[in-house]
């Protein structure tokens, strides 16, 4: 792995001229002079636009009469041989099968969970829930594993599935409030129903939602004490787990599931838990953070199944997130939106060194602890949790490191690789979406490469706001979705785009005489198509380069760990899991590695 980060670096070190350039800039900083070498133009801008998708995802050379310069091959050589397998396409064997919606618009693969559970789940989302769920189960119990823990669960589906469909013990941990309510309206119906057609066939596990905020300083003491009153409330015969039996302190909580402990008497006890540490698409830090707490919690974390996201909102030493970029939520407005909500650390992250987090997505990074009736916590030392030994290696994470998502391992740190926003934000590009835009603007005609032309209409935008005052603040504005652009004048657009970054609108004369000069900037939209293929060629490598980077972490605090795709990229580009597990007499490097789909890269201790 980490002779593979090497040529990664050694690679994208050669290519900064491309990866650093923004397509906005391209006419203002002239990125197709300065970036691309001049015996690039001529072979790329020749290629029709389905050639150019065949070389985004194949990377294989077209048959063209002229002779392509020995540079241009070996970057796009380069690019494809140090992906990682399956990044971009399906792998071929029966593991890694694509699940292709059918006719209905559904994946195939859903019929593999019960029908309630399916119930309002888009297809996407179900394929990510059916191939996540199978391989957590697989290694929570190659981990020896008894508890599942969902990190940013949201309206708890993948939850809901591995306590109904494969009976986990979980725990759903969410930020938003609301969300969490909504979960446990749809566990009590989904339940009913499943228990209703099942009946004494059926042998659910225990399933919990807790409402919680976890910042990137908490320790994992705090983030297990998260999960004590969960645990213990899991231990009593309530109402909703058995109505007949509701005080009693043993009995069938479902039909073939024995209650063996009660909460709330004396001669009960909790029995010891392992927990297997969940996320699906954990956004920015939270995938990071996830990972740290699994290192430190000691024997009471078996192991970690990761699928993460949104890389450009992961902290990095030294860089700064652009002003024109989403703002992060803080904790302290957290804690307005969320009055009951009891913090479990007093060190909040700083939001000066903060990478920044989509407005949108603010709330799918987050966890906190939810005020119980009695407004207490809990402590970790509950028997819930298996005590650590003094002699327990114990990851404390220092000052210098406890913002930081990259560079997560001290191999890459001593290497002084930097990424920066942008280049995270470019590894989160879907380049298999791209190349299939690209096939089908040759089958769309005129309609299709007026979407294209998008990026270029944008290019142009820009020098417009460079001749506007104040354009330090405009810099790089971001103008957002234009609803139906492709559809609008440039003169339309542009007004739209004025708008949104709440400027006055060009007058008459400055619209006709802007659209007089830049009229021949537009007509080098094919240029712009080129440079952002260039560009995405590369984003699947600074994808590799951060995962690399985790799964060498792992490594390196003594775990098995392995990173393999899990989904198809077509329908989640975001497909590749991380996996970790603690070494023990029962999770041995063997057991481990069964666990695996043959295609994992893999860190065996």
């Not at 300065?34 to 790329?44: E, M, S, V, Y």
């Not at 297809?123 to 020896?144: F, N, Q």
Request: proline residues 6%; neutral net charge; glycine residues 6%.
């Amino acid at each position: 792995q980490r002779c593979i980060r090497d040529r990664l670096h050694a690679l994208l070190s050669l290519s900064e001229p491309i990866a650093c350039g923004l397509v906005k800039g391209f006419f203002v900083d002239d990125l197709w002079n300065k970036a691309i070498p001049h015996r690039w133009h001529d072979p790329l801008e020749q290629l029709p636009l389905e050639q150019l998708a065949i070389l985004l995802t194949d990377g294989t050379p077209p048959q063209t009469s002229s002779v392509w310069p020995l540079s241009l091959l070996a970057f796009v050589t380069a690019c494809h041989a140090h992906r990682l397998p399956g990044q971009l396409m399906p792998r071929g064997d029966s593991e890694s099968q694509p699940a292709r919606a059918n006719l209905q618009g559904r994946c195939d693969e859903e019929r593999a969970i019960n029908t309630e559970l399916r119930c309002q789940v888009k297809p996407k989302k179900m394929h990510e829930i059916v191939r996540l769920s199978d391989a957590s189960d697989r290694v929570g119990r190659a981990a020896s594993c008894d508890t599942a823990v969902d990190v940013g669960s949201g309206l708890g589906y993948f939850s809901r599935t591995l306590a109904f469909e494969r009976a986990w013990d979980t725990i759903g941990i969410e930020a938003v409030a609301s969300n969490v309510h909504a979960a446990r309206e749809i566990d009590k119906r989904v339940r009913s129903k499943m228990l209703h057609k099942l009946a004494h066939n059926w042998s659910p596990g225990l399933l919990r939602h807790i409402i919680a905020y976890v910042p990137t300083t908490m320790s994992s003491d705090a983030f297990l004490s998260l999960l004590v009153q969960p645990l213990m409330e899991s231990a009593i015969a309530t109402p909703e787990r058995l109505p007949s039996q509701a005080s009693s302190c043993t009995g069938e909580a479902y039909p073939g599931r024995v209650l063996d402990t009660c909460f709330g008497h004396k001669e009960c006890t909790v029995k010891q838990r392992r927990i297997a540490l969940l996320g699906l698409h954990t956004c920015g830090d939270l995938a990071c953070t996830l990972l740290r707490i699994f290192d430190s919690a000691g024997d009471s974390v078996g192991c970690i199944v990761n699928v993460g996201c949104c890389y450009m909102h992961i902290t990095e030493a030294g860089c700064v997130a652009p002003t024109a970029a989403p703002r992060q939520l803080s904790q302290a407005e957290w804690e307005r939106n969320n009055p009951c909500a009891v913090m479990l650390t007093t060190t909040a992250p700083s939001t000066e060194s903060a990478e920044l987090v989509k407005e949108d997505d603010a709330y799918s990074e987050c966890v906190c602890c939810e005020s119980y009736p009695n407004g207490n916590v809990l402590p970790p030392s509950s028997p819930c949790f298996t005590a650590r030994s003094p002699a327990t290696e114990c990851h404390v994470v220092q000052d210098t490191e406890v913002a930081l998502g990259f560079p997560m391992s001290k191999y890459v740190r001593s290497r002084g690789i930097r990424l920066g926003y942008h280049i995270r934000e470019m590894a989160c590009h879907s380049s298999s979406s791209y190349a299939a835009r690209l096939r089908e603007t040759t089958q769309c005609g005129e309609a299709g490469e007026r979407a294209l032309q998008l990026h270029a209409r944008r290019a142009v935008l820009e020098i417009l706001l460079q001749r506007r005052a104040g354009y330090d603040q405009l810099k790089r504005a971001k103008c957002g979705t234009i609803k139906g652009a492709a559809n609008l004048s440039f003169e339309e657009y542009c007004d739209k785009c004025f708008e949104k970054v709440g400027l006055p609108l060009l007058s008459q004369t400055e619209r006709s005489e802007a659209v007089r000069e830049l009229a021949p900037l537009l007509a080098r939209w094919r240029q712009v198509v080129v440079y952002f293929v260039l560009r995405q060629m590369l984003a699947p490598l600074w994808e590799a380069l951060i995962l690399l980077d985790r799964l060498v972490y792992l490594g390196e605090r003594g775990h098995h760990a392995a990173l393999f795709p899990i989904f198809d990229p077509m329908l989640s580009p975001r497909n590749f899991a991380l996996v970790g597990a603690r070494p023990s007499a029962e999770t041995t490097a063997d057991r481990f590695a069964e666990a695996l789909p043959s295609e994992a890269l893999v860190v065996l201790q």
